[in-house]
């Protein structure tokens, strides 16, 4: 009998074929032999694991108190426009991924960076002479998220460390620290309408610093930079030759009475790998279509920078190609009016909480140019009662069904922040219950009984 031939009748005389020892180089193959290791189940989680940290997961998930039960739920603390319903994408925004669908040429695999085809429009949209741009720049990433956490990962090494904003999205820590990346925090200043500290932040830099995050417009802050303060901002980065990660996912969603600038539109001279997506400027979070654009014309990133992006894209092979066939209609197509509606609600809504809550004896909000949000500092001396930021949104959920979410999540402890998107008549009653809470609790502070006596 052939001895490469198993005959599967049963009746062959040969041991099955998995129980065959093969000795390969003198050594046998057979299991339990391994030398040195006692076989026994020891399966534990990653270091990478064990280092992913979510600050507002961790917050949020603690806060154990129950709203009130005679009054409706409030949330002002989620980021996702779409969640009430009042802030549909447009029609034609849907119309393309439809069509896409309908067209059965995006079912398979795409280039891991994304097709040439919607790399190409991407290019087009965002493509200025101030700041040029090609297919080439462009990386697809599955949501903004994605490319933040590519841009870390191809410019930090473990040990490195990255400048982030105080307060700031939590994900850039969660991120970094995963990676083994140490958290430097620059602080932005309310007074300033959240500008950045730049002597403190040009301090933090160090050998090991491999980039600065720049978020405008601002999550949690609803902050837009000036100009002349991003002109700054990127002088410090040019001395200091440290290049920029610039999270620009509410670019554009910008106020009337604000510019929104790209960072990259300001300097041939710093790197600059920005991010931004499909999210919340066209209200499709759940999409997870975002991009890197690559901003390199004195050719600092050069290959290696642009190849290991390609290399870390590989990973999970792009995003969707469903919305990646529908970009080129989402861009071209979609209505002005769309955007212009979009933010004259925000602004609208982001007036009428400013107002209330400024009229509101211990509360200080700072207003907003943009974005989705809007921070309020909690003159704690007035609220004795309460220990912290955290204390004082735990006690709004379970007396006033209103749910904000504290600034402890972002790194700044003593505010709380507001998410703008509800509809108005949701915003008037949230801000109705904030003040009866806050008239509840307030008090005067110790010397200032002249004040609330007025």
Not at 81 to 98: C, H, R, S, W, Y
Not at 425 to 441: D, G, N, P, T
Request: glycine content about 6%; overall charge negative.
């Amino acid at each position: 009998m052939d001895p490469y031939v198993i005959q599967m009748n049963g009746k062959s005389p040969l041991p099955s074929v998995l129980d065959v020892p093969v000795n390969i180089g003198g050594r046998s193959s057979m299991p339990g032999k391994a030398k040195g290791r006692k076989a026994r189940w020891s399966v534990k989680p990653s270091e990478m694991s064990k280092n992913t940290f979510n600050p507002i997961r961790a917050i949020v998930d603690s806060m154990k108190v129950k709203p009130n039960p005679d009054k409706t739920m409030i949330s002002l603390s989620i980021g996702d426009p779409t969640v009430f319903g009042n802030l549909p994408t447009d029609p034609e925004v849907i119309q393309a991924m439809k069509d896409a669908l309908d067209s059965g040429k995006y079912n398979g695999y795409a280039p891991s960076i994304g097709y040439l085809s919607s790399r190409e429009e991407i290019a087009s949209y965002y493509h200025c002479p101030e700041a040029p741009l090609e297919a080439k720049d462009v990386i697809l990433t599955s949501g903004c998220s994605q490319a933040i956490e590519l841009c870390l990962a191809v410019l930090a090494n473990p040990g490195q460390n990255i400048l982030v904003p105080r307060p700031g999205f939590s994900l850039y820590r969660t991120l970094a620290e995963s990676m083994g990346i140490e958290i430097k925090l620059y602080n932005l200043l309310p007074e300033k309408s959240w500008e950045i500290d730049l002597k403190q932040l040009e301090s933090l830099i160090d050998e090991k610093t491999a980039c600065l995050i720049v978020n405008n417009p601002s999550n949690p802050c609803g902050s837009v930079f000036s100009r002349s303060h991003l002109q700054k901002i990127l002088a410090v980065a040019a001395r200091q030759c440290v290049p920029i990660l610039a999270d620009e996912i509410y670019g554009d969603m910008v106020f009337s009475d604000s510019k929104f600038e790209p960072l990259a539109t300001l300097s041939s001279n710093v790197p600059i790998l920005s991010c931004g997506g499909l999210a919340k400027r066209w209200l499709v979070p759940g999409w997870r279509l975002g991009w890197i654009l690559i901003h390199d014309r004195r050719d600092i990133f050069g290959n290696e920078i642009r190849d290991g992006l390609v290399k870390l894209s590989q990973r999970i092979l792009g995003p969707c190609t469903i919305v990646q066939g529908a970009l080129k209609s989402i861009l071209r197509r979609t209505p002005q009016e769309f955007y212009h509606n979009t933010l004259s609600f925000l602004k609208s809504n982001a007036d009428l909480c400013y107002g209330a809550l400024a009229a509101i004896p211990g509360l200080r909000p700072v207003r907003p140019s943009g974005a989705m949000y809007l921070m309020v500092e909690i003159e704690m001396e007035h609220f004795p009662e309460f220990e912290n930021d955290v204390d004082f949104t735990e006690r709004l959920v379970a007396e006033q069904s209103v749910h904000c979410l504290p600034a402890t999540c972002f790194e700044y402890p003593n505010f709380f922040r507001v998410v703008i998107t509800v509809p108005e008549v949701m915003m008037l009653e949230a801000c109705s219950r904030i003040q009866e809470f806050c008239e509840q609790h307030y008090h005067c502070a110790e010397g200032s009984q002249e004040e609330c006596d007025k």
